[in-house]
Nanobody
Framework: QVQLEESGGGLVQTGGSLRLSCAAS????????MGWYRQAPGKQRDLVAT???????NYADSVKGRFTISRDNAKNTVALQMNNLKPDDTATYYC?????????WGKGILVTVSS
């Protein structure tokens, strides 16, 4: 059974930084894409950033220039470096791995940015 586990969340002040990490287990394949989504209370889950196994990245406009996604294809891990955090970045962040038409999700990790 494929599992994704996030780590690195927590509470940070405005302007601070956090680094989220996600490790996959139970898979015998490499994900075509890995990424991060987030969901604030009362809102839908939105894309933050994704990165394909070929190195093509995609970022939400709201995080461009502040967040950087990286991955280790061999280890099936993905990380999200978040700088200059803002209160609007407060959300539960979910790790995602995509293999063909299959999407796998972590349980989510909370990031809270205080003003």
């Amino acid at each position: 059974q494929v599992q994704l586990e996030e780590s690195g969340g927590g509470l940070v002040q405005t302007g601070g930084s956090l680094r989220l990490s996600c490790a996959a287990s139970g898979s015998n394949f490499g994900f075509h894409a890995m990424g991060w989504y987030r969901q604030a209370p009362g809102k839908q889950r939105d894309l933050v950033a994704t990165l394909t196994s070929f190195g093509s990245s995609n970022y939400a406009d709201s995080v461009k220039g502040r967040f950087t996604i990286s991955r280790d294809n061999a280890k099936n891990t993905v990380a999200l470096q978040m700088n200059n955090l803002k209160p609007d970045d407060t959300a539960t962040y979910y790790c995602n791995g995509r293999f063909g038409a299959m999407n796998y999700w972590g349980k989510g990790i909370l990031v809270t940015v205080s003003s």
